[in-house]
C-alpha cells in the first residue's frame, strides 16, 4: 500500500503533467504550516527555473486542475509560489479504511529485514561473579 504521501505526490504530478510541466515537480510533503493546511507542494519554484515563468503563475495553473479532484477539500495558492492541499474528510475516511483490510494496516514492509537480538543481561551488583 502506498502512503498518503505517495498517492498525493502522483495526483500532484499528473497535475503538473498535464499543465505541461515535468512531473518531479510534484512532490508533496507535510505543510510546514498546520495552520493553513495538511499538505504542500513547492514544485512551482523549481518549475520555475526550469521553465523561466513566474512560480506564482505556475502554482495557480496547477492549483485549478486540482480544485476538481474529490481527494482534496480545499487547494490554495500562497505567495510566493507554495500549492497548499487539505484532504477531504471522505478522502481521510477512505484511505483509512483501506489501511484497515490490509495486512500490516498500510505499514510498509522492511526492504531489507534484519534480526535484532538484544541481551538484557548482565553482571548482578549485589552477588558475587
Known sequence: MKTIINELSDIVSAAFEQCG?????GHVIISNR?????YQC???????????KAPLAIAN?????????????EVTVAAPGFINLSLSDRAIAGYINN????????IP???RPQTIVIDYGGPNIAKPL
Do not use: I, Q, R
Not at 513547492?42 to 523561466?52: L, N
Not at 489501511?99 to 498500510?106: A, D, E, P, Q, R
Open 21 to 25: 510541466y515535468d512531473g518531479s515537480l
Open 34 to 38: 498546520p495552520d493553513l493546511c495538511h
Open 42 to 52: 513547492d514544485g512551482s519554484f523549481k518549475g520555475a527555473k526550469m521553465y523561466k
Open 61 to 73: 495553473e496547477v492549483a485549478k486542475l486540482l480544485e476538481s479532484n474529490t481527494v482534496f477539500s
Open 99 to 106: 489501511m484497515n483490510c490490509t495486512k500490516n494496516l498500510g
Open 109 to 111: 514492509l522492511a526492504e
